[in-house]
């Protein structure tokens, strides 16, 4: 292990790093194979974090560094991703600015006095990101430090839009009708709350660069819920800010699930990489997107429940289909609890296996 001082950042530098495949082909360069993580690589799916979930909540996970690198760690060392993603959540960001989160087991996130109307702002606040998020920042540290600079690392926040969604509905949804009333029938609450959530996430992730984050990603999870002109004025809008703060000092990706009709749209913030899910096919992303912006995905996490030859001949055929440059393997949303941890692994060594034929 490196020396005990903190982590420096420089982030556009990856000399210290063994493997930079990802940060190579954000930057536009050409690599000799395609990159490839998972979202939600760490956690739920992997037998040794459902050993920690019987010990520690899923706060106590997040707000304990050594815990939080261990589980970052889990992926890297077991499947062998190229990348590392923080373990943390989205939800670190509502709590910091003052509402109560719980993780309830086997149901999701749950807000016990969510926002409704616009006298609920004032309980909430834009924080001190050091004083609240610490943790996460600690944790970066420590990871930067125990990967040694296997492979890079990443971290990230939820977008505006998505961070309401929980905010308001207070729990999951499979519409978010609540989160969408409170928009349409108190817009000017709403563009408050998201610039709020704004300025508290251009200055999260700001942080997070300086504690080691070599990329940033932006979870958009809830962007298709919108229609095309919703999704500019409630969620692209903020999601600009975002990036336009941040491109200059850091790799930055988005990735707004079902929200490919706004593929030019969100390619002009400048964000060097853009996720796709598996609704859409890599040709017709690559035209919306337009040439320069790397593209990631888009396997649908479901179908890494199929037998491990069908996984290896439908992801051979993602890569053909994506062509092999611009392009960071992934699955389209996030990995599924119930996939088999060598389903994971035949996923990941496909693409390692991969030679684009010139
Ligand atoms: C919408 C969203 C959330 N959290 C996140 C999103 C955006 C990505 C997406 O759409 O999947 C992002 C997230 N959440 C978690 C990570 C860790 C890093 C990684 O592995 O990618 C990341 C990147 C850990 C987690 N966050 C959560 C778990 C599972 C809880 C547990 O294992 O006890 C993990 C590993 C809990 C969580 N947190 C959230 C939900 C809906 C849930 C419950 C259902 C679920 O398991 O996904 C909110």
Redo the contacts with the bound molecule.
């Keep these: 292990m490196t020396s005990s001082t903190q982590h420096t950042a420089t982030p556009t530098s990856s000399t210290t790093l063994q493997n930079d495949l990802i940060l190579r082909t954000l930057r536009g360069e050409q690599t000799e194979r395609t990159p490839v993580w998972m ?6 799916y992997l037998p040794d ?1 459902i050993k920690l ?1 019987e010990k520690y909540s ?1 706060f106590e ?1 997040c707000e304990t560094p050594e815990l939080a690198t261990a589980i ?1 760690l889990q ?1 890297i060392d077991q499947v062998g991703v190229d990348a590392a ?7 670190v960001i509502p709590k910091a600015m003052g509402l109560e989160v719980q ?1 309830l ?1 086997g149901k ?2 749950f807000l016990p006095e969510p926002i409704r109307q616009a006298s609920d702002l004032n309980r909430i606040h834009i924080p001190d990101v050091q004083e609240s998020l610490g943790y996460v920042f600690d944790a970066l540290r420590l990871t930067k430090k125990e990967l040694n600079g296997r492979v890079p690392l990443i971290g ?1 926040a ?1 977008a505006p839009w ?1 961070l309401l969604c ?1 905010m308001v509905q207070g729990k ?1 949804s499979k519409t978010f009708d609540d989160a969408k009333a409170f928009c349409y029938t108190q817009p000017e609450a709403a563009h408050r709350l998201l610039q709020m959530i704004t300025d508290t996430t251009i200055a999260y992730l700001k942080e997070q660069v300086k504690a080691g984050a070599d990329i940033v990603q932006i ?1 958009d ?2 962007g298709g819920l919108l229609s095309p002109a919703d999704f500019e004025n409630i969620s692209l809008r903020y999601i600009r800010q975002i990036v336009a703060a941040l491109k200059d000092e850091v790799l930055t990706i988005v990735f707004a ?1 079902g929200a490919w009709h706004s593929l030019e749209g969100m390619a002009a913030t400048g964000a060097h990489g853009l996720g796709i899910d598996w609704c859409i096919t890599p040709a017709l992303a690559r035209q919306m997107a337009g040439p320069k912006v790397v593209l990631q995905g888009n396997f649908d996490p479901a179908k890494l429940l199929a037998p491990i030859p069908v996984i290896e001949q439908e992801v051979t055929q993602m890569l053909a289909a994506f062509g092999g440059h611009g392009h960071i393997a992934n699955l389209g ?2 990995i599924l ?1 119930n996939v088999p941890v060598d389903h994971a692994r035949a996923f990941v060594n496909t693409v390692k296996n991969y030679r684009h034929k010139a």
């Design positions: 979202m939600r690589q760490a956690g739920r974090y979930r899923f996970r970052t992926p993603i923080i373990f943390s959540d989205i939800l993780l087991e999701g996130p990230f939820g998505t929980y999951g979870f999870s809830w699930k949303h996030g609890p």
